[in-house]
């Protein structure tokens, strides 16, 4: 939601938070006063009101339309100063809690944000240029200022933190009204809900000829008799591993949990006491030795040797069709989870249960699926196969297709009602802090 906060503060309060609703954004220079002076005091510090300009600007520059005319200039200035003390009540907060903030903990960031403000120009004179044409004098005064803001930013986020972890934070109850409410004030400015779809699919992959497997299963058995015989297991996995992940370290997979390897990989794996040597394990893959180093509870430590199934465009017309012929079965009623036992590479994915943006699909995908409804068939179509550089064969089903259209209360209800939680709990410790300190507003 393309909306402005009303306040930071309210970013402060979760991980994630969307713009308020209801606020008007709008553009102008904010208005010159010759001579700067106190806008605002919290406790000790003052708040002048060229940092309300600065802020202003900085408002300006991301976007924000300021109002011309003076009442609404006011206001909108009115607004950034209480802002502005929210600020500085939780640092003032922070400072309270005894919570430090150095410039060593905010630099990589800002460094970061430094080098990709400094890629945006060609030239390094094109980029002292636009740092002049801004108002800042050099590098350095940049650089400067970002750190200070970084650094009041983790001040506030560590105030807000330490008020959560002292039972601090309120709760507050949002009704449906207020959810109706901020919804109508921003549905017009709320982006189109995107055409979706759900589907289930069969990959199928090339297979090696019944001679070229012969090949490979005699080759990996060559290796099991080697390490039967003596020569270590590591040797013979840099020696002869086709993983290229875990070849140079003697085949070490590291610890891994039931369910992360494919289900053939996976069973053995789990099977195997420490230090025996597998029998040849058959995957999409290509056949592998497995070893166990260590077991503790839930997971296993272990190393394999993989030599690759070879295959050639050959392979890759024999699983077309496949795929070709399972699809047809499928269309005349044949049960899906029967095909899929068959047909489908248990490394790919089955389902896409939850509905994503057509647009947002692989392209060979969004081509084939764009004219379909719920229900309709598709392929056999290609997809790439990094790993050795032939297709794999698609056929899918999609299960609904949503074609988008305006956005409805029933789609942003949780998002709307999380964020109005945030900023009524923002605003409630907010206004508590604020009688627990010294604030004037001057204005």
């Given amino acids: 939601m393309?909306?402005?906060?009303?306040?930071?503060?309210?970013?402060?309060?979760?991980?994630?938070?969307?713009?308020?609703?209801?606020?008007?954004?709008?553009?102008?220079?904010?208005?010159?006063?010759?001579?700067?002076?106190?806008?605002?005091?919290?406790?000790?510090?003052?708040?002048?009101w060229s940092e309300v300009q600065e802020f202003i600007n900085f408002q300006k520059q991301q976007g924000a339309q300021i109002p011309e005319d003076s009442l609404g200039f006011f206001q909108y200035a009115r607004a950034v100063v209480s802002d502005l003390v929210d600020q500085e009540v939780l640092i003032a907060t922070a400072k309270n809690y005894k919570i430090e903030v150095t410039d060593a903990e905010v630099l990589p960031q800002v460094e970061g944000d430094m080098k990709r403000i400094r890629d945006q120009f060609k030239t390094e004179q094109e980029y002292r240029d636009a740092l002049k044409g801004e108002g800042f004098g050099n590098v350095d005064e940049l650089r400067r200022i970002r750190v200070?803001?970084?650094?009041?930013?983790?001040?506030?986020?560590?105030?807000?933190?330490?008020?959560?972890?002292?039972?601090?934070?309120?709760?507050?109850?949002?009704?449906?009204?207020?959810?109706?409410?901020?919804?109508?004030?921003?549905?017009?400015?709320?982006?189109?809900?995107?055409?979706?779809?759900?589907?289930?699919?069969?990959?199928?992959?090339?297979?090696?000829?019944?001679?070229?497997?012969?090949?490979?299963?005699?080759?990996?058995?060559?290796?099991?008799?080697?390490?039967?015989?003596?020569?270590?297991?590591?040797?013979?996995?840099?020696?002869?591993?086709?993983?290229?992940?875990?070849?140079?370290?003697?085949?070490?997979?590291?610890?891994?949990?039931?369910?992360?390897?494919?289900?053939?990989?996976?069973?053995?794996?789990?099977?195997?006491?420490?230090?025996?040597?597998?029998?040849?394990?058959?995957?999409?893959?290509?056949?592998?030795?497995?070893?166990?180093?260590?077991?503790?509870?839930?997971?296993?430590?272990?190393?394999?040797?993989?030599?690759?199934?070879?295959?050639?465009?050959?392979?890759?017309?024999?699983?077309?069709?496949?795929?070709?012929?399972?699809?047809?079965?499928?269309?005349?009623?044949?049960?899906y989870d029967s095909l899929v036992t068959k047909h489908h590479d248990e490394a790919e994915l089955r389902l896409m249960a939850d509905p994503v943006p057509r647009d947002s699909l692989p392209a060979e995908y969004r081509e084939v699926i764009k004219e379909l409804k719920a229900g309709d068939f598709a392929g056999p179509f290609t997809i790439p196969n990094p790993a050795n550089g032939l297709s794999k064969i698609v056929i899918l089903q999609l299960t609904s297709a949503d074609e988008g259209g305006e956005m409805k209360l029933t789609d942003v209800r949780e998002r709307i009602r999380s964020q109005l939680v945030q900023e009524k709990t923002a605003r409630r410790i907010l206004d508590q802090l604020r009688k627990e300190l010294y604030v004037s507003i001057r204005m």
Avoid at 8 to 33: D, F, I, N, S
Avoid at 156 to 178: F, N, T, W
Avoid at 283 to 297: C, K, L, N, S
């Fill in 148 to 335: 200070d803001k970084a650094k009041r930013d983790l001040y506030q986020q560590r105030a807000i933190d330490s008020l959560k972890a002292k039972g601090r934070m309120p709760s507050v109850a949002i009704s449906e009204a207020e959810i109706t409410e901020a919804f109508a004030k921003a549905k017009d400015r709320l982006p189109r809900r995107p055409a979706m779809v759900t589907f289930r699919q069969i990959i199928v992959s090339p297979k090696p000829s019944a001679a070229s497997k012969k090949a490979t299963l005699a080759k990996i058995d060559s290796l099991r008799a080697e390490i039967d015989k003596g020569t270590d297991f590591e040797v013979v996995a840099k020696r002869e591993s086709q993983d290229q992940g875990s070849k140079e370290l003697g085949g070490d997979l590291g610890w891994a949990r039931r369910g992360m390897m494919v289900p053939a990989f996976d069973q053995m794996m789990f099977a195997l006491n420490p230090n025996v040597v597998s029998p040849t394990v058959e995957t999409v893959f290509g056949a592998h030795i497995i070893r166990v180093d260590r077991i503790r509870p839930a997971e296993v430590k272990a190393r394999h040797i993989l030599l690759k199934w070879t295959m050639d465009s050959t392979d890759v017309e024999r699983a077309r069709l496949e795929a070709d012929s399972a699809l047809t079965v499928w269309k005349k009623g044949a049960s």
């Fill in 2 to 48: 393309n909306l402005r906060l009303i306040s930071r503060v309210a970013l402060l309060c979760a991980a994630v938070a969307l713009p308020a609703y209801g606020q008007q954004p709008a553009a102008a220079a904010p208005r010159e006063l010759p001579v700067d002076r106190v806008i605002a005091v919290v406790g000790t510090k003052p708040i002048m």
